[in-house]
Each structure stands twice: as structure tokens, then as C-alpha cells.
């Protein structure tokens, strides 16, 4: 599938990329051993690139694997990047591979999520955080998102949620930026919609406990009456070749202070 009109042509698309990137059609043509003549003329269209200059200078604009497969289609190739389903057996070492770091990963909690934040994959200490949340947002398909800001979720229990819920939404509006996937617009129109939880003593949640970490932004949750700080890290697979490869991304979260990892290892031990 394509994310981008078919008639608008690649050589507008191209443009497009190179001004979100804040580069030069010198710059650009320099990296990808072309002329700022020729880069000008296929922005508008009097020049027809390759397919290998098309590829050429979606690596060097770091275009999305997806909208690589776009930018060909417009401008009249095939598609060079398979999209192939995860539950498909030429995947299985790959699934398998995940599996094993997860697990290596307990106690602390770790999920890998898709393009859409469908979470594909999680581990035991994911699930523990997760006790309490309504069985409705657990249901597959269980998206990150909405199970983490929607007031049945994790939400009413994070103590820094204005923050934490500013940070997640700005991190989709820059994923949409780059996409433009209709699905995660819904999905953060959806979850920016949400009521944000109020607390006992009228205010929202996380207006009056909020704690910071000097060099991060925790997530500072409840569990079982404990106050849990964790930071998040994201990873994602170099040079992908497949689109569904390319659009996993691996978070883990590392306890911010002692007494979160004492927690976790008393639990899942």
C-alpha cells in the first residue's frame, strides 16, 4: 500500500522530502553524486528520474522504507520493498529473535510495537504493569496508545500524565509528518480526544506528584501502591528491506531509580 496521491508526481514528493529536511539541492546532489541541475529538473517535472535515482535519493533524504515503495509507484516503477505479514514463516527468526530479547529483558517491561503502536509483542513485565487496565483496551488488536492514555488504562495510575501524554502526542504528530497514514490520524484524533483522568482532589492526575529525572523524561506510574519511575528507549532495525521489518520499533523501560528495580525483580522473580 501507498500512503501518497498517485497524481501529484514524484518530482513535487521529492521536493517535499528535501525541504522537511532542511537540505540544499546542492547538498542533496553532492550526497547522491548528481548535479543541482538535474535535481532541480526532476523537482519540476522536466526531468523523469530512475528507478535507481529515485532510491538514490530516498536514502540519502532517509525516507521511510514505505514511502519509498510510494515515490516509485508515482513516478512509474514497482515497488522494491516487500511488506510481508509477521505471522509469515520467513519471519519466524525474526519473531523468534524479539522473543528472546523480551525475555531477556525481565523483569522490566519491554513490548515491540508496529507503525500503528499495535503492540505485537510483550513481555512479563509489561503485563504486570498492565494489571488493572479494562479488558475491553486488552483485547487484540491491544494498541500502546490507547491503552496508556484512555481513562480505563493506564492513565488514572500515571503520576506525571500531563507530561508523559504531551510527550506521546507529539512523538505521533511527527511520525504522521513523515507517513501521512490516514490509520494514525485516526488514531491520534482518537487518543488526543480522550478526558484526562481527574484525581480525588479535583485536579488532574499527576498535577500535584510529578517528579523529573535530570537527564530524562520518566513515566512515573502506580503499582500496587508503589510510585514506579521509568525511562523509555526506542529502537528500530537498521537498513530494513521489508516494510513490516521497517516499521517495528522494539521500547524498553529502564527503572529510573532503585527502588523501581526492587520492585520489579520482588514480582517476577
Do not use: C, K
Not at 38 to 67: K, N, Q, W
Not at 81 to 96: I, M, N, V
Amino acid at each position: 500500500m501507498t500512503t501518497v496521491p498517485t497524481d501529484t508526481g514524484v518530482g513535487p514528493l521529492l521536493r517535499g522530502w528535501r525541504e522537511r529536511r532542511r537540505i540544499s539541492q546542492l547538498d542533496l546532489a553532492l550526497r547522491a553524486d548528481s548535479s543541482a541541475r538535474h535535481i532541480s529538473f526532476v523537482e519540476t517535472g522536466r526531468a523523469r528520474p530512475s528507478e535507481d535515482m529515485v532510491l538514490r535519493l530516498a536514502e540519502h533524504l532517509d525516507v521511510p522504507v514505505r514511502e519509498r515503495n510510494a515515490l516509485l509507484v508515482v513516478a512509474g516503477y514497482a515497488p522494491r520493498y516487500a511488506q510481508t505479514p509477521l505471522g509469515d514463516p520467513a519471519l519466524a527468526p525474526l519473531r523468534e529473535g524479539l522473543d528472546r530479547l523480551l525475555a531477556g529483558y525481565e523483569p522490566y517491561p519491554a513490548l515491540v510495537l508496529d507503525g500503528t503502536y499495535t503492540v505485537v509483542a510483550a513481555n512479563r513485565g509489561m503485563a504486570l504493569l498492565m494489571e488493572g487496565v479494562s479488558p475491553e483496551l486488552l483485547a487484540p488488536p491491544l494498541n500502546a496508545m490507547r491503552v496508556t492514555l484512555h481513562p480505563d488504562g493506564l492513565a488514572p495510575r500515571i503520576v506525571n500524565l500531563d507530561q508523559w501524554r504531551a510527550d506521546l502526542l507529539a512523538q505521533m504528530e511527527r511520525q504522521i509528518a513523515l507517513v501521512r497514514s490516514p490509520e494514525l490520524r485516526a488514531l491520534y484524533d482518537e487518543v488526543a480526544a480522550y478526558p484526562v483522568p481527574r484525581r480525588a482532589g479535583g485536579g488532574p492526575a499527576g498535577a500535584d506528584r510529578e517528579r523529573a529525572a535530570p537527564f530524562a523524561l520518566p513515566m512515573v506510574i502506580e503499582h500496587r501502591g508503589r510510585v514506579l519511575s521509568f525511562l523509555s528507549s526506542i529502537a528500530t532495525f537498521n537498513t530494513p528491506m521489508d516494510v513490516t521489518v521497517a516499521e517495528l520499533a522494539i521500547e524498553t523501560f529502564l527503572p529510573a531509580d532503585r527502588e523501581t528495580a526492587a520492585h520489579l525483580h520482588a514480582h517476577l522473580s
